[in-house]
């Protein structure tokens, strides 16, 4: 009886470890298999990694909060994957809002490459860089992050 106990306490701690894992992993799931999207939490913990290198390594890192009309999503996201470079994320904020984190080595090479990202972008897409360095991260929500660039609207179209 002790023997077949103490196998139901080592048969639950594996339990609870394996659906601590696959909870960990399924945050991790790409909204769409094979395309560097993700769903919109994955970027508030990308975001603190981020800016930790950015300052270690001295590259210019931004956040291209990208408002776009509703059935424009997923098209402009399939787009905007196939634009970034192989280590950039792009993000799902909401219905209407994509974000990818961009590194470059300057501002000035960070503004061409938004302009040529935001360029093949719809029509009436409104595209708002945000540099790292500037979010308060502590206290940062996609709420927050989706509004940020309905606030600040750029010329960037």
Same mark, same amino acid.
């Given at each position: 009886v002790?023997?077949?106990?103490t196998?139901?306490?080592?048969?639950?701690?594996r339990?609870y470890?394996?659906?601590?894992?696959?909870?960990t992993?399924?945050q991790?799931l790409?909204?769409?298999p094979?395309?560097?999207?993700?769903?919109?939490?994955?970027l508030?913990?990308?975001? %603190?990694?981020?800016?930790?290198r950015?300052? /270690? #390594? =001295?590259? @210019?890192?931004?956040? $291209?909060?990208?408002?776009?009309?509703?059935?424009?999503?997923?098209p402009?996201?399939?787009?905007l994957?196939?634009?970034?470079?192989?280590f950039e994320?792009?993000?799902?904020l909401?219905?209407?809002?994509?974000? %990818?984190?961009?590194?470059?080595?300057?501002? /000035? #090479? =960070?503004? @061409?490459r938004?302009h $040529?990202?935001c360029?093949?972008?719809p029509?009436h897409?409104?595209?708002?860089?945000?540099?790292?360095?500037?979010?308060?991260?502590?206290?940062?929500?996609?709420?927050a992050?989706a509004?940020?660039g309905?606030?600040?609207?750029?010329?960037?179209?």
């Amino acid at each position: 009886v002790a023997s077949l106990g103490t196998l139901c306490l080592l048969a639950m701690a594996r339990t609870y470890l394996l659906v601590h894992l696959s909870g960990t992993m399924r945050q991790r799931l790409r909204l769409i298999p094979g395309l560097n999207l993700w769903a919109g939490e994955q970027l508030l913990r990308d975001l %603190t990694k981020e800016q930790t290198r950015s300052e /270690r #390594e =001295a590259i @210019h890192a931004e956040v $291209l909060v990208i408002h776009l009309r509703l059935h424009q999503l997923w098209p402009a996201a399939h787009k905007l994957c196939s634009l970034v470079y192989s280590f950039e994320n792009v993000y799902r904020l909401n219905a209407t809002t994509l974000a %990818t984190l961009m590194l470059s080595k300057t501002p /000035r #090479e =960070a503004e @061409h490459r938004r302009h $040529l990202l935001c360029a093949a972008l719809p029509e009436h897409a409104v595209c708002q860089p945000m540099p790292l360095m500037e979010l308060e991260l502590e206290a940062l929500t996609l709420e927050a992050l989706a509004q940020m660039g309905k606030q600040r609207p750029s010329d960037i179209t």
